[in-house]
């Protein structure tokens, strides 16, 4: 079975329907953190016409700005059959190189500060079964997701990635 690990990185403003907040242009963060990355998306309520409520933090609610990185390829066809715990903490560890420059930190809490934005820490295994009994996350990281006040989620999946796509994550642009 094949299986797939990555890490995402989100910064994100509240859902509001209403236009009371102030949320960032994606670009802004694009330019102020040098990253590219692979979803971004503007605050545009009035293009949403659709009758069904949209979910907040959701890639493709027009009621919020998001800003998502990931690290991690899905389309590498690398086997991770042994250890997935060890590919784990390597993506942990590119996280930390990432991220942990000086000048990164202080464009995220400015961009926190000026639109109450937040940012959530994502890491996503699939095709794992019970192979990953825990994660150690490393100290760098740990004190970065505290001083930025970042949201840790760790999402376990015992199916490969192409059995969600097409059911619980059918808004998918996060997984492509």
């Known amino acids: 079975m094949k299986r797939t690990i990555f890490l ?7 859902h509001d329907p209403e236009g009371s907040k102030k949320h960032f242009d994606p670009l802004v963060i694009t330019k102020k953190l040098s990253m590219i990355p692979i979803h971004t998306q503007s605050y545009q309520p009035y293009y949403h016409y659709s009758p069904t409520p949209t979910r907040p933090r959701m890639p493709g609610s027009p ?11 899905l389309e590498s066809g690398e086997e991770i059959n042994d250890y997935p715990e060890a590919h784990t903490q390597k993506l942990l560890e590119e ?4 991220f942990s420059n000086a000048l990164k930190k202080v464009a995220i809490k400015e961009i926190l500060a000026e639109y109450d934005a937040h940012c959530l820490l ?17 100290s760098e990281i740990l004190l970065f997701l505290t001083e930025l006040k970042v949201d840790l989620s760790i999402n376990t999946h015992s199916q490969p990635l ?3 796509s097409d059911k619980a994550y059918k808004y ?3 997984f492509q």
Request: proline letters at 2%.
């Open 8 to 14: 995402s990185f989100m910064i994100y403003t509240e």
């Open 63 to 73: 009621y919020t700005a998001s800003w998502i990185y990931r690290i991690g390829d």
């Open 95 to 98: 996280f930390v190189e990432q």
């Open 162 to 164: 192409h059995y969600y």
């Open 172 to 174: 998918k642009r996060l």
């Open 122 to 138: 994502e890491v996503y295994t699939f095709g794992a079964e019970n192979m990953i009994h825990t994660i150690d996350i490393p």
